[in-house]
């Protein structure tokens, strides 16, 4: 019995691992390989992921480092620039100016009415005296022939008042009148003459009123302008429609006016000569002299206004007209000319954007001297060698950085 319960006792088998030698073995178990290329394969492939997140990550930073250095350099303007050109000096000094006429007035009717004539046009030469309109004055007239008879009116009844005066002053060394009555007498005498010196005075203003009605020129020269016609109802003074009726202007001699920069005041003196030129007649120059100045220099324009007076006894120059005047006077001083479109022209005065060696903007002051049409002479304000903006922009601010555009650019001489 206890043999058969030994026989039927079965022990666990025994479970040999392997050693360390068999799992390095490249004769190991299959299943374990596998598992091993797999962690690799997903370790390769996390680094792969991370170097690729980092390279777009690097790439999106320069992008953006790049988009915004693009973006601060297109807020920077670029400009183009200039350098003021020196001019050689010369024996005289040019200056343009406009001409005048020595006289000129407009022409008003002092009384009231309708235009009955005219005789004189517009270009018409014209005399000190010389008739030029006549006008239709009925209620003048008629005012006037009422203030004559009631002058008359006064000086019988001042007749009448000095005879009683007398009458009466008889009458008084009688005792036969009080003296009451001889003083209130007298006082109508007096009264009446009073009368009539008033009445005098207004038959002598309507007189005057009446002369009105016809028009003579004021002095001699040329009829430029008239805006009247036959009919046209005229009013007393400068109001009312049609307020002007002529203007006259005096075309020998004529004024002319310059304005000297400051610079060469100094040269200018009463009675020096000058000459005048205009496009029209070339070759030829219109002699003058300087016959007042101002004294004074104007602080807007730094400059100082001379008079210039001209013989034009041909009426050749015409008075409105642009002319260049050439003073005898030797200029010394250096002269820069600019572009016309490098000034900015603001409230305080003309400006010249210039550029320094940081490329910043500078609005410097500028004094403009002699006008060439395209250029302008600068008289202060600028160098040679500094960088002008041509075209500046209005918006342009002190100190503003800039980029200055290709290369700078040497402007010409324009005009004459």
Do not use: C
């Not at 068999?22 to 370790?43: C, L």
């Not at 009384?111 to 014209?126: A, C, F, P, R, V």
Request: aromatic share 6%; proline share 6%; no cysteine.
């Amino acid at each position: 019995m206890r043999k058969e319960l030994q026989e039927d006792v079965s022990y666990p088998e025994v479970i040999n691992f392997p050693s360390d030698t068999e799992r390095q073995s490249p004769t190991g178990p299959p299943r374990n390989s596998s598992v091993r290329k797999a962690g690799w394969v997903v370790g390769g492939l996390i680094v792969i992921l991370l170097i690729a997140g980092a390279i777009t990550i690097a790439s999106k930073l320069g992008e953006k480092k790049a988009l915004a250095a693009e973006t601060e350099r297109l807020a920077i303007p670029s400009v183009a620039v200039t350098h003021p050109t020196q001019e050689q000096s010369h024996e005289e000094l040019v200056l343009p100016a406009t001409v005048q006429a020595y006289k000129e007035s407009p022409i008003y009717a002092r009384t009231n009415g309708y235009l009955l004539h005219w005789y004189k046009d517009i270009g018409s030469h014209l005399n000190k005296g010389d008739l030029l309109a006549a006008i239709d004055t009925p209620e003048v007239d008629q005012e006037l022939l009422q203030a004559r008879a009631t002058r008359q009116q006064i000086q019988a009844q001042l007749g009448l008042a000095k005879s009683s005066a007398e009458r009466w002053q008889n009458l008084r060394k009688s005792d036969s009148v009080s003296q009451q009555e001889v003083d209130q007498q007298e006082s109508g005498y007096q009264q009446a003459q009073a009368n009539l010196a008033a009445s005098d005075a207004n038959v002598r203003r309507l007189e005057q009123m009446e002369s009105f009605k016809h028009v003579y020129a004021p002095f001699s020269g040329v009829l430029t302008k008239r805006n009247i016609d036959v009919g046209a109802l005229i009013n007393a003074g400068n109001t009312g429609s049609d307020k002007e009726l002529f203007d006259v202007a005096q075309v020998d001699p004529l004024r002319v006016y310059v304005n000297v920069p400051q610079t060469y005041s100094a040269a200018i003196y009463i009675g020096m000569k000058a000459f005048l030129e205009q496009r029209e007649y070339p070759g030829q120059r219109f002699e003058g002299k300087v016959v007042r100045t101002s004294q004074v220099i104007d602080p807007t324009t730094r400059t100082l206004l001379s008079e210039i007076d001209v013989p034009n006894p041909g009426g050749k120059i015409l008075p409105g007209a642009y002319a260049q005047v050439h003073f005898a006077a030797k200029i010394d001083a250096p002269r820069l000319t600019v572009p016309i479109n490098t000034l900015l022209f603001r409230p305080e005065g003309p400006r010249a954007a210039v550029v320094d060696s940081d490329n910043k903007v500078h609005l410097r002051p500028v004094t403009i001297g002699r006008d060439y049409g395209s250029s302008v002479e600068v008289v202060g304000g600028l160098e040679p060698s500094d960088q002008v903006i041509v075209n500046p922009a209005d918006s342009l601010e002190d100190g503003q950085q800039v980029n200055v555009a290709g290369p700078k650019q040497g402007s010409k001489k324009q005009g004459g």
